[in-house]
C-alpha cells in the first residue's frame, strides 16, 4: 500500500525542487506562475506561488536565474527567469549526482512485486 502525502516524498520533493523548476527554465524564460502550472501537471510535484516566488527570489540571488520584464497582453507587466551558465552549471552537477543517488536507492529498495 503506498502511503497518502508523506514526510519523506514532501521532503525530497522540497529537496529537488529547485533543480526541477532549473530544468524547466533551461528550455525557455516563463515567468512563476508558468513555472507553477508546469510543476502541478508533473505527478508529484504540486507546488503554490507562495512556494516558487521564495525559490526564484533564492535562484536568483545565487546568480542561477536571471530575469527580464516583458509587457503583457493581459495585465501588469509579468517577470520572466531565465537560467543563466552558472546555473546551467550547477543543474548539470546535480542531474549526474541525481543519477548516481538515485540508482543507489533504487538497488537498495524492495523490488516490485509481479
Known sequence: MIPPESKPLSQLRRGV?????????????????????QLSDSDGMVISEG???????RLRRDGWV??????????PP?????LTPAGERALLAFAAEWRRFRDAVDALLPKEAT
Not at 525542487?17 to 502550472?37: G, H, I, K, Q, W
Not at 512556494?51 to 527570489?57: C, E, Q
Not at 509579468?78 to 531565465?82: E, F, I, L, N, V
Open 17 to 37: 525542487l529547485e533543480y526541477c523548476v532549473m530544468s524547466l527554465l533551461s528550455d525557455t524564460s516563463l515567468y512563476a506562475f508558468d513555472l507553477v502550472r
Open 51 to 57: 512556494t516558487i516566488y521564495p525559490l526564484l527570489s
Open 66 to 75: 536571471s530575469t527580464t520584464w516583458a509587457e503583457s497582453v493581459e495585465g
Open 78 to 82: 509579468r517577470r520572466y527567469y531565465a
